[in-house]
Nanobody
Framework: VQLQASGGGLVQAGGSLRLSCAAS????????MGWYRRAPGKQRELVAS???????TYSDSIEGRFTVSRDNYKNTVDLQMNSLKPEDTAVYYC???????????WGQGTQVTVSS
């Protein structure tokens, strides 16, 4: 399985960005796709995830500002990020995992920088 992420960049506080991730290869359901992030000097954090049956999980730190969505036919997962804060600055990684498997596949990471 390969994942290709896109959509990061530099934005001012209060702005919006949309991240996209496309998965290819042996995509099997049920599965979960979503996003982690790693900020400088911090541990990796789950941002949001969405199963193939549309069950969502969000980090408490998102506070309703982000929305994760997916297209099961195209095997894509997006992250709409609104009201961005400087503390959202991080490298964002999309991932895929077949439910019941220990194997997680990662995208290459995309930098999101929020200026104050």
């Amino acid at each position: 399985v390969q994942l290709q992420a896109s959509g990061g960049g530099l934005v001012q506080a209060g702005g919006s960005l949309r991240l996209s991730c496309a998965a290819s290869g042996s995509i099997v359901s049920p599965n979960v796709m979503g996003w982690y992030r790693r900020a400088p000097g911090k541990q990796r954090e789950l941002v949001a995830s969405l199963t193939s049956s549309e069950r969502t999980t969000y980090s408490d730190s998102i506070e309703g500002r982000f929305t994760v969505s997916r297209d099961n036919y195209k095997n894509t997962v997006d992250l709409q990020m609104n009201s961005l804060k400087p503390e959202d600055t991080a490298v964002y990684y999309c991932y895929y995992r077949r439910i019941g498997s220990a194997d997680t596949y990662w995208g290459q990471g995309t930098q999101v920088t929020v200026s104050s």
